[in-house]
């Protein structure tokens, strides 16, 4: 039997009853866009991230470029971000006109290195953009620490950190504004695309709440130059049933990262996710790394075991960057992760035997029983 890198199957069948209650409700109401289910998934989601504000958008990107907009961050601007990171965080910086700025990780935890932010640090640097990347909160403590020495804003990208914590603080509530994803394969993910701005600033609240809804705070009256990209009233109610769900879905991650740890420590050439002690991940992947990277995912697939690679084309090297100018040189561990990493299945529902079959693959693989 093939084991899917991911699954809805047993996430969907726990709420299906709700789910379809729900959809019947939101039928009869003939509420769709800007209304009472959005409202309330708001004010679920903000108490969820310890915030004071939070704004439903159309995704995630949009939610990162709303966000970097509403801090006035625009042409001629500088923000940082890990070069190892999805392309949606750049993009985010592209659209308002600024410039993204690359730096790369730490080999260890795979998150933005703050040693290296402090050298790319310009007088056109406006903001950094830390992203939790797989999950496992950035270390907010240094990165604070150099927003407050150079006067810089800070904008999560917390697409993959849904429940993370930095030094019990949950991921989302470091930033000026933060952003996140409710992409279907985000931890907390929609059935469709969804995002969501989370700030404690009223005023940074205000503007972005006018930007998600074409520059306006009242009908027919525009302030500024702003977007169409709402949450819908569908969506908002399963995301509010899906949060319910959060912590209980993490801790199954969790469970199955325990389980690759314990299974695949001392194997060959093979790394496994390495978490900071003041950190937690939601894990939203679990991601090793070995030499034989290729060969491995060869080995996996024939065996039936699918994986993918986050990300295999760095930023610096796609095409729609190519007028930037970056020197892949400058990212050697970038460089380096993008030729090793592999993420394994980790998902709720994913059963004990499926893991056993991924992780005894893995071992023979190493133990050339192949
Ligand atoms: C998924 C993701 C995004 C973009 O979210 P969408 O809802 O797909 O637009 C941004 N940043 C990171 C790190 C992501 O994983």
Same mark, same amino acid.
């Given at each position: 039997?093939?084991?899917?890198?991911?699954?809805? %199957?047993?996430?969907? !069948? *726990?709420?299906? &009853?709700?789910?379809?209650?729900?959809?019947?409700?939101?039928?009869?109401? !003939?509420?769709?866009?800007?209304?009472? /289910?959005?409202? /309330?998934?708001? *004010?679920? +989601?903000?108490?969820?991230?310890?915030?004071?504000?939070c704004l439903g958008v159309g995704n995630g990107l949009d939610a990162l470029h709303i966000?970097?907009?509403?801090?006035?961050?625009?042409?001629?601007?500088?923000?940082?971000?890990p070069a190892n990171t999805f392309i949606a965080s750049a993009l985010a910086i592209s659209y308002c006109g600024a410039k993204p700025v690359l730096v790369d990780p730490l080999i260890?935890?795979?998150?933005?290195?703050?040693?290296?932010?402090?050298?790319?640090?310009?007088?056109?640097?406006?903001?950094?953009?830390?992203?939790?990347? +797989?999950?496992?909160?950035?270390?907010?403590? %240094?990165i604070l620490a150099i927003a407050r020495d150079y006067n810089l804003k800070i904008v999560e990208d917390n697409a993959q950190g849904h429940g993370a914590t930095w030094n019990s603080q949950i991921t989302g509530s470091f930033g000026h504004i933060n952003a996140t994803s409710f992409y279907p394969g985000k931890n907390l993910g929609a059935y469709g695309d969804g995002g969501a701005l989370t700030t404690n600033s009223s005023d940074i609240y205000h503007v972005?709440?006018?930007?998600?809804?074409?520059? /306006?705070?009242?009908?027919?009256?525009?302030?500024?130059?702003g977007f169409n990209s709402r949450l819908d009233e569908c969506q908002s109610r399963f995301l509010s049933i899906k949060l319910k769900y959060i912590k209980e879905w993490n801790l199954e991650r969790k469970k199955i990262a325990d389980f690759y740890e314990e299974k695949l420590s001392n194997i060959g050439d093979l790394i496994?996710?390495?978490?900071?002690?003041?950190?937690t991940s939601s894990y939203h992947q679990y991601v090793i790394r070995t030499? %034989?990277?290729?060969?491995? *995912?060869?080995?996996?697939?024939? &065996?039936?075991? *699918?994986?993918?690679?986050?990300?295999?084309?760095?930023? +610096?090297?796609?095409?729609?960057?190519?007028?930037?100018?970056?020197?892949? /040189?400058? +990212?050697?561990?970038?460089?380096?992760?993008? &030729?090793?990493?592999?993420?394994?299945?980790i998902y709720p529902g994913l059963k004990h035997h499926q893991l056993s079959i991924i992780t005894q693959n893995i071992i023979d693989f190493f133990s050339d029983e192949r």
């Open positions: 039997m093939a084991i899917p890198f991911l699954s809805f %199957e047993h996430t969907n !069948s *726990q709420i299906k &009853k709700e789910i379809l209650r729900d959809f019947e409700a939101f039928l009869d109401e !003939s509420n769709y866009i800007m209304g009472p /289910s959005l409202e /309330s998934f708001e *004010q679920n +989601y903000a108490s969820f991230s310890n915030s004071k504000f966000g970097l907009r509403s801090l006035r961050i625009g042409h001629g601007d500088e923000v940082i971000i260890d935890t795979y998150n933005i290195d703050p040693v290296n932010i402090r050298e790319k640090i310009t007088s056109r640097t406006k903001a950094i953009m830390p992203v939790h990347l +797989y999950g496992q909160a950035c270390n907010m403590s %240094e972005a709440a006018e930007l998600r809804n074409y520059g /306006s705070s009242k009908k027919y009256v525009h302030e500024r130059l496994i996710p390495t978490i900071d002690d003041r950190a030499r %034989e990277r290729d060969a491995l *995912q060869q080995h996996l697939k024939s &065996k039936g075991v *699918q994986t993918l690679i986050h990300y295999p084309i760095p930023i +610096y090297n796609q095409r729609c960057y190519s007028d930037l100018n970056f020197n892949p /040189s400058d +990212y050697p561990i970038t460089q380096e992760l993008s &030729k090793t990493i592999l993420s394994l299945p």
